[in-house]
């Protein structure tokens, strides 16, 4: 397996530009989330999603947008790009909801200008 | 809301030291909780787990307990090795993928 993986690993966009930033899992996980890392503030919630079709806002949705139409994919679209989103994405799978480990992709770097 | 409290990074000690780094969170009912490790370049790695009070979770020679009367879930080492040199992330889960993590303890080991 090669677990989770997400693609680019690193992106410059300037001001205003939109792009989608890809994840995708191989275990057959349901459960699938994105995180966004800045310094001294641990990970945020972005997004999640419980299944195929199935999407909900975490603490900071504001500026991103998410669609799950397979089970393996999440992708992650930035519309209008803006300087606050310069940050590392990170994307998370599990199988159970509740006590079950998380997944970590190996993250993206994203540079807004 | 639900939130985790990490001591303050970061931490520098020395090979074979003993390691504490101390979490506390505020959450309502019994969250499962967790401690991640980020190691340079790298993605999150779960290193350990409690899911109910008094439940220790351990790994590679991490130890960390739940504490309801405390709420805390500090993390313990014995003896440190230059390669625990990492960010170590505490969190809790509450509900459907919502991990709600700590700010993050960058931790050097120095030979």
């Known amino acids: 397996n090669a677990g989770v993986t997400q693609t680019p690993k690193f992106q410059v966009l300037k001001t205003g530009q939109s792009m989608t930033l890809q994840c995708a899992q191989d275990?057959?996980?349901?459960?699938m989330s994105w995180y966004r890392q800045d310094p001294g503030m641990g990970l945020r919630l972005i997004h999640y999603?419980?299944?195929?079709?199935?999407?909900d806002q975490g603490e900071v949705p504001n500026g991103y947008n998410v669609s799950r139409s397979t089970t393996e994919d999440f992708p992650l679209r930035l519309l209008s790009a803006a300087p606050s989103q310069t940050s590392v994405y990170f994307c998370a799978s599990s199988f159970d909801r509740v006590t079950d480990t998380q997944y970590f992709g190996p993250g993206t770097r994203l540079t807004v200008l | 809301g639900d939130s985790v409290t990490q001591m303050e990074g970061p931490v520098t000690l020395s090979e074979e030291a003993f390691l504490t780094i101390n979490c506390t969170y505020t959450?309502?009912?019994?969250?499962?909780l967790f401690w991640y490790v980020q190691y340079p370049g790298e993605g999150l790695q779960l290193l350990l787990k409690?899911?109910?009070?008094?439940d220790k979770g351990s790994n590679k020679g991490f130890e960390a307990t739940y504490r309801k009367e405390t709420t805390s879930f500090h993390l313990e080492k014995g003896s440190v090795q230059v390669s625990d040199s990492a960010v170590y992330f505490c969190?809790?889960?509450?509900?459907?993928?919502?991990?709600?993590f700590g700010q993050g303890t960058r931790l050097t080991i120095n030979p």
């Open positions: 999603s419980v299944g195929a079709g199935i999407t």
């Open positions: 275990m057959n996980h349901e459960y």
């Open positions: 959450a309502t009912g019994y969250p499962s």
């Open positions: 409690a899911t109910k009070a008094d």
């Open positions: 969190a809790l889960l509450k509900g459907a993928q919502k991990l709600v």
